[in-house]
């Protein structure tokens, strides 16, 4: 079992955050199935206990690079950027953004409008994705991690509508 330096060279991408994501998923399935502990029901418990650690490792490398936040975190977490170390600022136009939009997701009663909210969010989500991607290639980390906070918080948001949106098409 090999030693991997990430989780990018783990599952066989290059390290960035525009990923393939078709090649994540097959490279992830390839290696699951490789290290899948039915596998190694007859092998030794050190055998055994090697490749439960492996399927492990392989799950959390898939989620952290198959989730947009997770992986620019991870990415600038490779550049040494610690979540722990982080600083948050704030970014008073964010913040009145944010509330305008729990406003508008509180005011929405039609599933029309919660679409066109869900719309606007993918826009948004889009849009802070591109700009962790140039920060992080500009190597503003400091900059990157702003956007990734900002992009934290459009994902729950968006999670949250759609968990809303499912609650009114079901009622």
Request: net charge neutral; hydrophobic share 40%.
């Amino acid at each position: 079992m090999a030693d991997h330096r990430n989780y990018f060279d783990l599952l066989g991408l290059p390290i960035d955050y525009k990923i393939d994501q078709s090649r994540l998923e097959l490279n992830f399935k390839k290696l699951q199935k490789q290290f899948h502990p039915d596998r190694y029901a007859t092998a030794t418990a050190a055998e055994q206990r090697l490749a439960m650690q492996m399927a492990t490792l392989i799950n959390t490398a898939y989620e952290t690079l198959n989730s947009p936040v997770k992986r620019g975190l991870y990415l600038l977490e490779l550049k040494g950027l610690k979540q722990e170390d982080r600083t948050l600022k704030s970014d008073p136009d964010f913040l009145f953004e944010q509330m305008a939009w729990r406003e508008k997701l509180s005011a929405a009663s039609s599933i029309r409008q919660m679409e066109d909210l869900l719309e606007k969010t993918d826009l948004n989500l889009e849009d802070f994705e591109q700009q962790f991607y140039q920060r992080y290639k500009a190597c503003e980390f400091n900059d990157a991690q702003q956007v990734i906070d900002k992009l934290q918080f459009v994902v729950k948001f968006r999670s949250e509508l759609l968990a809303r949106l499912s609650t009114m098409k079901n009622s």
